[in-house]
Structure formats: structure tokens, C-alpha cells
């Protein structure tokens, strides 16, 4: 009888044994949605090394593709990183958690001059943590253009469609560069602006080669095309991987953008996520980012063991006269949403 009882203890043991270890498996997994290529390799190793929480990353193109899916609830993802004017639109539409800033022992790493700009997307910095900023701009071989180039005109130059030219397959950024060249608001919601923004980038467009992001980066290091709109961030690796390609903030000014760490409502492993904010912006991890990306790091801490090269470098860390003359994008509101596909649409053709 007591072998009888004792077995059925066994038994009931290892059923919760089983059952418990299945519950702590299911939380030490964290689902990452982030853009394609945005991230060392390393930094996720060495976190599920620290942690024994595994990263399982799905990517995306474009923040609307991303916003798409998350605002459908088609997806179970428990930290996501975006931009700026995304964070605050998923904010209007109540999609994101506060994160509780609290659990963050590396916070007072984060620049403060950053996070006063990021506010205006997220007041009270409540919604989101800066992984990244920087700027738009245009990568050229300067094999195939010799005379270098300076301005977004560039893009409009017929002696550069033999060689090729991209542009950015998204609507924000490609409307920007005819924006800034109109003298019109990066946020305007005007549809009279936005007819002028189409006129000037059908005037362009036969001379376009593709619209492209992260692939643009391999056309141009490959010479498939002689010059593209580019993020700044893909400079420093551009320029490794081939010495003839230069990159400018065109004169005219640009946009400025954050990317940033958010928790989406119905995140089922907050802890995990805050754990990883935490993880990417101690001193050490913002610097691992830097060198992996090149982008600006928003980490005053991190910015400290920063080659002065690097910071000395205005394609990567822009002077104020040339931030000066850029802005950020923002929210405008369904409608405007709306202006926007209508005119990308006709702009496209698809």
C-alpha cells in the first residue's frame, strides 16, 4: 500500500514537474519584431547567455507594414522596435503599454537632449526607450559621379539614370525628399501639397531605377546603382565595403528619426522585455550597437568609449546647423493617413 501510495506521489510530482517547467519555458521566451538587419547577433547570444531567456525575432520592412500587423491583432509579439511617428500613432490608438522605467537600472545611461526630443512623439517618455536615431540622406559612387553631389535635385539628374538611381519603397521618406525640396512641411496634411508632391516625383520617376530599402544598401556597395536615398547608419558599412561610395545630408535639410524599444499591449512576457531594454542600453550593449550599426546611439554613457573619429564624423553625428534644417516625422491622423495612400498609390501605380 505504501509502495502504491508512494508511486501515485511519484507520479503526481513529475505531472507537476512537467507542467511547471512547461509554465517557465513558456516565460523565458521573448518574441522580438524588429527591423531587417537591426540588431548584432552577439547581443541576443550574450542576453539569452545572461538571462537563460531565448529571442525569437520575426523582422520587417517598413514601420507601416509593421503597424498593419500589430493593429490587426495578428501577431503575439512582446517587444517591437519602430520610429517615432509609428510609437505615436500605435499611442493614439492605444496599442502600447507604459513601460515601467523603474525596472531599467541603465535609464540614467539615456541622453537626455534625446529623450526631450522624443517626447514630442511620446510625451513624458512613457511608451517607448531610443535604441537609435539619425538621419536621410544619399549614398553616390563617386566613380560614376565624379563631381560628387550635394542636393535631394540630384536625384532628378537625367546624367545619373544610366548608372542608376533608388529611391525609398515608403511613403514618408520619398514624399519627404520632394517635400523639403518644395519648401513644403514634412507633416503637412494638405491634399493641395500632396498633388505637388506627386507632380515633382512623376517628373522623376522615369528616371528611376527601383524603389528599395534595406536592399538598397547591397545595389549600391554592389554598383548595381550610382546612387540611392540612404539611411545614415549604412554609411560607415557602404564605405567598408566599397572605398568609391561617399554619402551627403543634402543641402536642403532631411528628416530626423528615432527608433525605439516599445512593449505592444498583450505582450505575455513584459518582465522579459523590460529585462532586454535594460540589457541593449547598459553602456557596454549601446556601444556593441554602434559599432554593429553605425547609427547614433541616444547613450551618453555609451557615447564616452566612442572612437573620437566617429564623433567627429558629421555624416554620422550631423553638427546642429545641419540638424537645424532637419525635422521629425509625426502622427497626422487617420485622414491624413489615408491622403497619404491615395497619393502613394497614384504616385506607384499599384
Same mark, same amino acid.
Given at each position: ?26 516565460? !523565458?521566451? =521573448? @518574441?522580438? /519584431?524588429?527591423?531587417? *538587419?537591426?540588431?548584432?547577433? %552577439?547581443? $541576443? ?56 522605467? !523603474?525596472? =531599467? @537600472?541603465? /535609464?540614467?545611461?539615456? *541622453?537626455?537632449?534625446?529623450? %526631450?526630443? $522624443? ?65 513644403? *512641411? ?72 528615432? *527608433? ?91
Amino acid at each position: 500500500m505504501k509502495r502504491f501510495i508512494a508511486l501515485i506521489l511519484v507520479l503526481v510530482l513529475g505531472v507537476s514537474a512537467l507542467l511547471s517547467g512547461c509554465g517557465k519555458k513558456g516565460d !523565458s521566451v =521573448l @518574441k522580438l /519584431y524588429n527591423y531587417g *538587419d537591426y540588431m548584432d547577433p %552577439a547581443l $541576443l547570444k550574450a542576453f539569452e547567455k545572461e538571462t537563460g531567456i531565448t529571442v525569437k525575432q520575426d523582422t520587417f520592412d517598413t514601420n507601416e507594414e509593421m503597424y498593419e500587423i500589430i493593429a490587426a491583432g495578428q501577431s503575439q509579439y512582446d517587444l517591437i522596435i519602430c520610429g517615432d511617428y509609428t510609437i505615436e500613432k500605435m499611442i493614439a490608438k492605444e496599442l502600447l503599454q507604459p513601460i515601467d522605467q !523603474s525596472k =531599467l @537600472k541603465n /535609464y540614467g545611461n539615456l *541622453d537626455a537632449e534625446s529623450m %526631450a526630443k $522624443l517626447a514630442q512623439a511620446d510625451p513624458g517618455n512613457r511608451y517607448s526607450i531610443p535604441y537609435t536615431w539619425g538621419t536621410l540622406g544619399i549614398m553616390y559612387n563617386t566613380k560614376m559621379i565624379p563631381e560628387g553631389v550635394s542636393s535631394w535635385k540630384d536625384l532628378w539628374n537625367p546624367k545619373y539614370q544610366e548608372g542608376g538611381i533608388l529611391m525609398q519603397n515608403s511613403v514618408r521618406d520619398t514624399f519627404m525628399v520632394a517635400e523639403v525640396l518644395l519648401g513644403i *512641411d514634412m507633416n503637412t496634411v494638405s491634399e493641395e501639397d500632396l498633388k505637388k508632391v506627386v507632380e515633382l516625383l512623376m517628373e522623376q520617376k522615369p528616371l528611376v531605377q527601383g524603389w528599395q530599402n534595406d536592399e538598397a544598401r547591397d545595389s549600391i556597395i554592389e554598383e548595381n546603382a550610382a546612387i540611392s536615398m540612404m539611411y545614415s547608419g549604412e554609411y560607415l558599412y557602404c564605405l567598408g565595403e566599397n572605398e568609391d561610395l561617399a554619402f551627403c545630408i543634402p543641402e536642403e535639410g532631411s528628416n530626423v528619426w528615432f *527608433d525605439c524599444f516599445v512593449i505592444p499591449k498583450g505582450s505575455q512576457n513584459v518582465s522579459a522585455a523590460e529585462q532586454f531594454i535594460d540589457f541593449m542600453i547598459r553602456a557596454e550593449n549601446a556601444l556593441a550597437t554602434f559599432d554593429y550599426l553605425g547609427y547614433p546611439i541616444p547613450n551618453t554613457a555609451a557615447l564616452e568609449m566612442i572612437d573620437k573619429e566617429y564623433l567627429e564624423d558629421e555624416n554620422i553625428f550631423p553638427p546642429q546647423e545641419v540638424l537645424d534644417k532637419c525635422d521629425v516625422f509625426h502622427y497626422l491622423g487617420p485622414e491624413a493617413d489615408e491622403l497619404l495612400n491615395k497619393y502613394w498609390k497614384m504616385y506607384r501605380g499599384n
